[in-house]
């Protein structure tokens, strides 16, 4: 649920920051869609997930499906309080900052949608969490897109 809200943020902050500012050059409509895709679904996103399931691990865990009370929760909440600060910190720091979170957000997120998917075809889960949007829009689509759209910008930028 929390996946499309931060896609809609971004794209509407991205929207309307390109119009505002008259942004008509490629390389600074791709770079202001990234900053913003970094700032909400990366930043904000990570330290929403960060919350759940360092703060709510057992409902998290539940919607997952997933054991409740399992310590290694908290290791995926560190990580995502990692990949939220760094996405904060895109606003500051671009060039090969937003490659270097982009690349570790998409190993990451890779990762747990193969978990995820894993989870439904040899398990059988078909958890809220574990299915839908999850795997497919925020474990996926985000960081594929996200990768897809920082190496283009590098491209333009040359």
Not at 19 to 37: G, H, M, Q, W
Not at 99 to 105: D, Q
């Amino acid at each position: 649920m929390f996946t499309i809200v931060f896609i809609i943020l971004a794209a509407l902050a991205a929207i309307g920051t390109i119009l505002v500012k008259k942004k008509k050059r490629a390389v600074d409509i791709i770079e202001t869609i990234l900053l913003f895709i970094l700032f909400f679904c990366v930043g904000i996103g990570g330290l929403f997930a960060f919350a759940g399931h360092a703060f709510m691990s057992d409902q998290v865990a539940e919607k997952i499906g997933w054991p409740a009370g399992n310590p290694f929760q908290l290791e995926v909440a560190a990580a995502n309080l990692a990949l939220g600060i760094l996405g904060i910190l895109s606003f500051r720091f671009r060039r090969d900052f937003w490659l270097a979170v982009s690349i570790s957000y998409a190993v990451f997120l890779f990762g747990a949608a193969a978990i995820h998917i894993h989870g439904m075809l040899v398990r059988g889960n078909y958890s809220e969490y574990n299915t839908g949007a999850i795997p497919y829009l925020g474990d996926i689509f985000t960081p594929l897109l996200l990768l897809v759209l920082v190496l283009v910008h590098r491209r333009l930028e040359r």
